[in-house]
């Protein structure tokens, strides 16, 4: 069940320094507004601010009233307004829509904008159009790390997905060198680092050069964690737009978990009411089953109801003494764990209704037939049923790009008569989504007679110099081939399994895919960190097109001791899934590392194809 820890296994540092440093910031920034003030905050700041600082906190610190940042007017009467919001352009207009309310009111008040995690130019050029700059001061509260669990960091950026791997955007870059320094800083140079993708090396390079502006910082001190490794989103889609069957992937999949925690309606809860349940290490029922794959659970939740039943009935026997003992050290406990177990069956129970409607092992079988590259005919008429019963336009997008980046793009002819038949069935809205999916490589179209490879070769052979790579430059731009089966091959993704893959005692990373199928993702990892480089990787490189873009940077430390080169932080820049942490995790226990994750956000397919979409649902 729950991963036991080989006791070798080195102890993880302990990340609430974050969340102090987080709140001795804020509360610092909203004291340089002394007295009463309203508080107005962005809608997605609020699960993680209430992580960090509560609401009580913020009354301390003279916060009177707390309002939503959203389009209708607000009401405040305060003398002091204080925002705290992302730094996008809707939210500047929003600001000085107010502050020119108040002129035109002949009002004067104090207006401070706290930007989180940072301040972008183009923001202040907002505020100065609308001619409020000199009304407001401006603030920023970097504060980009936020521990969901006590392995797990995410700086809450959602949007870092869309900006870069569709628009392009690189602003979010410098958040993520500032957040990899913080972490330098309190928990020591990393001796060994590994990274792989665009976004990754740009990230290390502003990252580096940060370190080297504050050299000394760091000098001498002792390394906590021993190795690191930065991995693009883009290098590994496929693994996103599988349907999770972990536990923790399948409650993200079903309820979403924002922010570390769920909020189970009633058909969960068999009450009237909702409930937000914080979903972490400190849940001791969630954490023996979080990595679990969904079959195993129920059978683990029924034997420990029956557990507790027993600990209950040991109370029948008992003498006045005894009960004493019982009520006042065991009893809170057992209440405790009965009420989280009677939670987790209900939102078993909901998951299995959900899934049996939707018919999910049919689902499963499609995605593993698309992995393995089989039936891709059935596959593909599987695809157009689907769309044609309108079950879910997300879930059609998802496989249709499972299908393009497994097949490396789609035949025209499929990728024209697919795309009619969406826009049919879903509405002509959708077209600039698939325009978007286009540019981001999730979702193409095999060139004419795609023999590019062939050409590729022979052009590389006629030319030698530089301008070789130029011209195949020029053929890969033509069409951003996902390589998938190459690559597939080549780390050996697809296990052969001999008879059933015994899914309560996993053999390996796949379990987490039902066995059909490792991660891409956590098996680069585990390939880089066995021979401690990206040697002997080269064709796998290659395949990713990612020749330019794979480093290792060794330091020769000898402060590094053998527990710290246990410990792996593992940097996920668009995001990762609970699928791959749980691979990872078991990877971990297999080999006696424990891994650290850092991603800019959690995500999970149906999140990669909103972040995509053109149509806001």
Known sequence: MAFPHRPDAP???????????????????????PGKKDLFIEADLMSPLDRIANVSILKQHEVDKLYKVESKPALSSNEQLCFLVRPRIKNMRYIASLVNADKMAGRTRKYKVIFCPQKFHACEMVLEEEGVYG???CDEWAFSLLPLDVDLLSMELPEFFRD??????????????QALHLL???YGPFPNCYGIGRCTKMSYELWRRLEEEEDGETKGRRPEIGHIFLLDRDVDFVTALCS????????????????????????????DRSLKVLLNAEDKVFNEIRN???????GFLSQKARNLQAQYDRRRGMDIKQMKNFVS??????????RLLSVHIGACESIMKKKTKQDFQELIKTEHALLEGFNIRESTSYIEEHIDRQVSPIESLRLMCLLSITENGLIPKDYRSLKTQYLQSYGPEHLLTFSNLRRAGLLTEQAPGDTLTAVESKVSKLVTDKAAGKITDAFSSLAKRSNFRAISKKLNLIPRVDGEYDLKVPRDMAYVFSGAYVPLSCRIIEQVLERRSWQGLDEVVRLLNCSELAFTDMTKEDKTSSECLRLILVVFLGGCTFSEISALRFLGREKGYRFIFLTTAITNSARLMEAMSEVKA
């Not at 870069?164 to 060198?177: K, M």
Request: contains cysteine; hydrophobic residues 40%.
């Open 184 to 186: 330098s800083t309190l």
């Open 164 to 177: 870069y791997f569709l628009e392009g955007d690189q602003r979010w870059i410098n958040t993520v060198a």
């Open 329 to 338: 050290q065991e009893l809170k406990g057992l209440k405790q764990e009965h």
């Open 11 to 33: 102890e993880l540092p302990d990340f609430s320094m974050l969340k102090r440093l987080a709140r001795d910031q804020l509360i610092y920034l909203l004291e340089q507004l």
């Open 292 to 298: 679990e794959h969904f079959s195993n659970v129920f």
């Open 244 to 271: 999770q069957v972990v536990y923790e992937g399948l409650v993200d999949d079903t309820f979403r978990i924002k922010c570390g925690s769920v909020d189970f309606g009633p058909e969960v809860t068999s009450s």
């Open 135 to 137: 009304d407001v001061s």
